[in-house]
């Protein structure tokens, strides 16, 4: 059974300080990594795709992947109220199927 | 990406009824994808809809239940069958659009079953 866990959260953190949301996988040979963004009601938006080891950065957004560890992370700089979401970590190991994780609720107070 | 559509985007059904969604894509796709999300929790895959041949269904779905057509590589429709309480949810047609086939969301349907 493949497996994407995140922790639920939520995660709360203040405004302007970096948010890490992390995620782990269980199928060694996943090639694609991918993080969507879900408010309250509407459907999820993908913000970031990650395809190989290292960093990946995209305006206040940086994935991270380090397949040895089976690890992907997000990292969000400068965080605002308006990130306050769901943080959904997918995977990808072959094919066109995508695993998604639980999600991780962000609380960013102001 | 291509815009994906949904019909309708919400719905109240008295149990016992059945009710289909459509899905929309505005470029052909080779797969397209259809999810439960129940309140709070994550997405669940239904069933993955092909185009000339019958939608692959995840345990604990089955076509009686969920039966999904697929005339043609840019749309899709899911029927909810015999309805009950327990089908209130949102559901989410998904199809992989992206340059690197990215998996991307319609806006989805929101289904309350009295």
């Known amino acids: 059974q493949k497996e994407v866990e995140q922790n639920s959260g939520p995660l709360s953190v203040p405004e302007g300080a970096i948010a890490s949301l992390n995620c782990t996988y269980s199928d060694r040979v996943s090639q694609s990594f991918f993080w969507y963004r879900q408010y309250s009601g509407k459907s999820p938006e993908l913000i970031m795709s990650?395809?190989?080891?290292g960093d990946k950065e995209d305006g206040r957004f940086t994935a991270q992947l380090n397949k040895a560890s089976q690890y992907v992370s997000l990292l969000i700089r400068d965080s605002q109220p308006s990130d306050s979401a769901t943080y959904l970590c997918a995977v990808r190991s072959g094919g066109f199927k995508t695993i998604f994780g639980a999600g991780t609720r962000l609380f960013v107070k102001a | 990406s291509a815009v994906i559509s949904q019909k309708p985007s919400r719905d109240i059904c008295q149990r016992g009824t059945s009710l289909t969604i459509q899905c929309q894509v505005d470029s052909q796709v080779t797969m397209m994808f259809w999810y439960r999300q129940q309140p709070g929790q994550s997405l669940t895959l239904i069933a993955t809809a092909n185009q000339g041949s019958e939608a692959t269904y995840e345990s604990g779905f089955v076509i009686d239940k969920f039966p999904i057509s697929r005339p043609n590589l840019t749309f899709s429709t899911l029927t909810v069958s015999n309805m009950s309480p327990e089908d209130s949810s949102i559901y989410l047609c998904?199809?992989?659009?992206?340059?690197?086939?990215?998996?991307?969301f319609g806006p989805g349907t929101r289904l309350t079953v009295l």
């Open positions: 990650i395809y190989s080891n």
């Open positions: 998904s199809a992989p659009t992206g340059q690197n086939n990215e998996q991307f």
